[in-house]
């Protein structure tokens, strides 16, 4: 009898050891896929970084082309005002 419960004992203890073995594993696989997640995610900021800065180059090109058609625009307006008022 004593035998028996002893050996129930062990396989428990050995279901729980091969538990605790698998729970291990699992959490290390899952700290690994959190590892690349934030590595996904540094590159995705990066990335971001980089596309605002883009975008705050362009509109500023946008903006000086812009003033520029406007100041063509204004001396257009002027010199067909000058003929206007000679013809």
């Known amino acids: 009898m004593a035998s028996d419960s ?7 203890i050995e279901k ?6 698998d729970l291990r594993a699992e959490n290390k696989r899952l700290s690994a896929k959190i590892d690349d997640k934030q590595h996904r995610i540094e590159e995705l900021e990066t990335e ?23 100041a063509a625009a204004d001396k257009l307006d002027a010199v ?7 013809g």
Do not use: H, N, P, Q
């Open 6 to 12: 002893f050996t129930r004992l062990e396989d428990r």
């Open 16 to 21: 729980l050891l091969k538990l605790v073995a």
């Open 48 to 70: 971001r970084r980089a596309s605002a800065s883009t975008i705050g180059t362009l509109k500023s090109a946008s903006e000086e082309r812009e003033r520029k058609m406007y």
């Open 80 to 86: 067909v005002s000058r003929l206007e008022s000679a």
